[in-house]
């Protein structure tokens, strides 16, 4: 049973910041594309990072520069690290598994992935 856990939320002020985690388990880690989303209130959830299996990423432009998405297979644990964080990145932010080898150019679209998290909420103050 896949199950995706994330943590490392919190509130910060303009211009911290933190690093998400997301532990992974029920499946083998390392063989699949996962990405980052968010979703703030009223809003629609949105991409910001996405992986391949072999280390490959992708990036919201809106984060470009500022996040980075990384994987420990090891530990079997995916990474959001969040710098310069703004007010505009207030949200939930998910952890999602995509059952594919590579992320292949829809690493940013909530369609593409079969597995979610619970979610760890970022609140930015200004």
């Known amino acids: 049973q896949v199950q995706l856990v994330e943590s490392g939320g919190g509130s910060v002020q303009a211009g911290g910041s933190l690093k998400l985690s997301c532990a992974a388990s029920?499946?083998?880690?390392?063989?699949?594309?996962m990405g980052w989303f968010r979703q703030a209130p009223g809003k629609e959830r949105e991409g910001v990072a996405a992986i391949d299996n072999d280390g490959g990423t992708s990036y919201a432009d809106s984060v470009k520069g500022r996040f980075t998405v990384s994987r420990d297979n090891a530990k079997n644990t995916l990474y959001l690290q969040i710098n310069t964080l703004k007010p505009e990145d207030t949200a939930m932010y998910y952890c999602?598994?995509?059952?594919?080898?590579?992320?292949?150019?829809?690493?940013?679209?909530?369609?593409?992935?079969?597995?979610w998290g619970q979610g760890t909420q970022v609140t930015v103050s200004s």
């Open positions: 029920g499946y083998t880690y390392n063989t699949y594309c």
């Open positions: 999602a598994l995509r059952w594919r080898l590579k992320c292949a150019g829809v690493g940013l679209w909530k369609a593409a992935y079969s597995y």
